[in-house]
């Protein structure tokens, strides 16, 4: 993409976003807003409990970079994989009941109106189960408490760092980084271009791999951006 479109498309995707009226501009009034919210404070909260019951532990070594490789490398597959087959579910028939999770409600709630932010955080109620099933993961397949504590910890570290990403997309708050221009850029193509494509918010290469990372100028904008119907890409 040369610079000129790529001007124009930063353009576009701000235009976009006119309607997030009186959000934060900046990261010191975008920071107390964040940790306004439920989920933001919960994951803090976990993550001092993990990286301090990590240090009491001890028994630090090189082995522990193996739980750091692997969630780099499983994260954005994660990330793809959530927000294809969980926050884009479809409302389902069954026995003449419809079945619609609160999850993938709540999402497509997001999508209806980006700039509310109060939809664009995960759902309290899914920590319920969420924490419980990445801790016995992380037990499972670590051969020590040391290094499933060293996982656990780097895991909330990304789940925190995923909604503060998040947060900061749906404000004013421009990036002045390249890479968080990129993700900035990513998911209001998401949004705003065509919901069949860019799923990554803070690991791009799960769009790479699953080929949802096409140019942008391969892409019709599609009319069900913002009510994720049934629209085929």
Known sequence: MSA????????RLRAEGDGIGASPRTIAEALPVFLGHGSPRLLLACLAIALTARVAVGDFSLRDVLPLVGIALYWPVQEWLI??????????RIFGRTIDFRVPRKHRAHHREPWRLELLFIPMHSFAYS???????WWLVTPTPALALTGITAHLALALHYEWV????????????????RLWKNHRRHHFKNEHYWFGVTMLGGDRLLRTAPELASVPTSPT????ESAQP
């Open 225 to 228: 951006a913002r009510t994720l």
């Open 131 to 137: 924490i419980p099933i990445m801790l016995a993961l």
């Open 166 to 181: 998040h947060f900061l997309v749906h404000t004013r708050v421009q990036p002045r980084t390249a890479y968080y221009q």
């Open 83 to 92: 927000h294809v087959f969980i926050l884009h579910a479809k409302p389902k």
């Open 4 to 11: 000129g479109a790529a001007a124009s498309e930063v353009a």
